[in-house]
């Protein structure tokens, strides 16, 4: 397999896009919804979406307008993906087969690591009450913030209970019996093409 890097002018349009695509035959591609939703009425972009094998839809949050408009895209398939860049990987997933619309939700079981969800006093909440996600295992005992101390001090969290998990900001609740339903942010921190502002 081959990573293929987007130039910057392959970015621009979705037809300098789908030629990208069909220059070096990518199957795979990420996209923000943001991006999805900006490109889906275009030609090309319909085009490009015939040609691949896998859209992977994350970096944002998703609406189930996005969702539902990526699963009828004409792609091969679509996995919505949650995942912190901190932590480099998607840590949870729904495939787009699996939605019937309505809220995205992540089945836990998918994930090999440790997710807790847990209030302001750092206690773990109740099923479906509301709380910060927060991450183990492996992924939570690094330090990710390599030129900031302050910030891993503020990010990692070595609980009593759980070990080293990192706090991810988002706020989620559990629901349909180990599903996770992400809920927003707990401070002003907004994406827009998968770019945080």
């Known amino acids: 397999k081959t990573l293929v890097l987007p130039r910057r002018e392959d970015l621009r349009t979705p037809a300098s896009l789908e030629a990208c695509v069909r220059r070096y035959q990518v199957d795979t591609i990420h996209v923000s919804p943001s991006r999805f939703l900006q490109y889906r009425s275009d030609p090309a972009f319909a085009q490009l979406l015939r040609q691949i094998r896998l859209l992977l839809a994350g970096s944002e949050p998703l609406s189930e307008y996005a969702a539902g408009l990526m699963c009828r895209s004409g792609c091969g398939e679509v996995i919505f993906i949650y995942g912190a860049s901190e932590l480099f990987g998607p840590y949870l997933t729904r ?103």
């Open 95 to 197: 495939f787009g087969r699996d939605y019937s619309g309505g809220a995205i939700t992540y089945p836990i079981s998918d994930y090999d690591g440790e997710i807790h969800i847990l209030d302001d006093g750092k206690k773990p909440v109740k099923k479906g009450e509301p709380g910060e996600l927060c991450i183990g295992g492996v992924s939570g005992k690094q330090n990710r913030y390599y030129s900031s101390e302050a910030l891993n001090a503020e990010k990692y969290f070595a609980h009593p209970d759980f070990g080293r998990l990192y706090l991810t900001g988002d706020l989620a609740k559990e629901v349909n019996d180990g599903e996770i339903a992400l809920l927003g942010r707990k401070d002003s921190m907004v994406k827009l093409f998968g770019i945080r502002i």
